[in-house]
């Protein structure tokens, strides 16, 4: 049932002074949409945080309500294909960002953001993979399609105890690939080999500073999410014809290089967007996650809190003291 009233995790910005608390809306305070969504769970995600501090790079306006993911049940529906009852997802486009996101008990969003939710998986599972499991597996997705294989060696993972990191090594292990996870968290080693790292390196290891165009190959292909000097030694260290995906910028924004991977080596550069890819494409990648790329230890990559605790889990998530996928029970 449609409840008229519903809790809200709301941030507001008043004389560059940000503040937090839940407070009680109404089903008409939300943006116009096809589809309201009673919200069971949604994800605390790095680009939440931001949104939760006041950054007007990713939030133009407050109050607002942030959460990038969501699933939940269709209260109501405008849309023919979509009916009340149906479990679904909701990720990226502009959800929690510019509009109000998935830290609330209802969200209203357009009919083409919403993805049924497969037989495969339950609410729960489906937030724990959420924008970075999506990420991750639309990494694959793209690697794959230019020839990535097993067969060509090993792929690297940076950032690897992060959201995107965690889903990207137990995905990569779940389709056959031996995995390098690279981190700077050394008590994050033994939860990344439960995931399915096969190897397990510092930072330095994809940090090169020799100027060099070229170095020795080190792995076939690579999912990146630091950016900066770590892409360009993925770049670099990759063997021929491999391809490294790149999806974060953690580390840096910029790329400073040669064109020598590429035209020697035939390296491919892949850029990921997952923000605003086909929705054909988008329940193509859910449809694997949910199947051939099932990851058998989501319970373990998952900390359930609630929406009272989500002020504590913000502060950590800015200081980098998370570990694998923050996930809201809202239910």
């Given at each position: 049932m449609l409840s008229n009233t519903f809790r809200a995790f709301r941030v507001f910005v008043e004389d560059q002074e940000v503040s937090r608390k839940i407070i009680e809306r109404k089903i008409n305070d939300l943006p116009k949409g096809d589809v309201v969504i009673r919200v069971h769970y949604s994800s605390l995600n790095y680009k939440d945080a931001l949104s939760a501090s006041g950054n007007k790079g990713v939030t133009r306006n407050y109050p607002h309500t942030p959460g990038i993911d969501a699933s939940g049940?269709?209260?109501?529906?405008?849309?023919?294909?979509?009916?009340?009852?149906?479990?679904?997802?909701?990720?990226?486009?502009?959800?929690?960002?510019?509009?109000?996101?998935?830290?609330?008990?209802?969200?209203?969003?357009?009919?083409?953001?919403?993805?049924?939710?497969?037989?495969?998986?339950?609410?729960?599972?489906?937030?724990?993979?959420?924008?970075?499991?999506?990420?991750?597996?639309?990494?694959?997705?793209?690697?794959?399609?230019?020839?990535?294989?097993?067969?060509?060696?090993?792929?690297?993972?940076?950032?690897?105890?992060?959201?995107?990191?965690?889903?990207?090594?137990?995905?990569?292990?779940?389709?056959?690939?031996?995995?390098?996870?690279?981190?700077?968290?050394?008590?994050?080693?033994?939860?990344?080999?439960?995931?399915?790292?096969?190897?397990?390196?510092?930072?330095?290891?994809?940090?090169?500073?020799?100027?060099?165009?070229?170095i020795r190959s080190k792995w076939a292909g690579a999912i990146d999410t630091v950016g900066g000097n770590t892409l360009a030694t993925l770049l670099k260290a990759c063997t021929r014809e491999g391809s490294v995906a790149t999806c974060g910028l953690v580390g840096s924004p910029k790329l400073e290089m040669t064109v020598f991977p590429f035209i020697l080596n035939g390296v491919n550069l892949l850029g990921v967007d997952s923000a605003t890819c086909h929705s054909s494409l988008r329940s193509e990648i859910w449809q694997r996650l949910a199947t051939k790329w099932s990851v058998p230890h989501l319970a373990e990559i998952a900390t359930v809190v609630s929406m009272d605790e989500l002020e504590h889990y913000i502060g950590l998530i800015l200081k980098g003291k998370t570990q694998g996928r923050i996930v809201v029970k809202l239910v």
């Open positions: 049940i269709v209260a109501a529906s405008n849309d023919e294909s979509i009916k009340v009852g149906d479990k679904v997802i909701v990720t990226s486009y502009d959800l929690g960002m510019n509009t109000d996101g998935g830290f609330a008990e209802y969200i209203r969003v357009p009919a083409e953001w919403v993805v049924p939710l497969p037989d495969e998986l339950d609410l729960q599972a489906a937030m724990t993979l959420g924008t970075a499991g999506f990420t991750a597996g639309l990494s694959l997705y793209k690697m794959e399609a230019t020839g990535q294989n097993p067969g060509m060696g090993p792929i690297a993972v940076t950032g690897a105890s992060g959201g995107v990191g965690s889903l990207s090594v137990a995905i990569l292990a779940k389709a056959g690939y031996q995995v390098h996870a690279i981190t700077g968290k050394k008590e994050a080693h033994e939860y990344l080999k439960k995931l399915g790292a096969t190897e397990i390196f510092g930072r330095d290891h994809a940090s090169d500073d020799s100027k060099r165009p070229l």
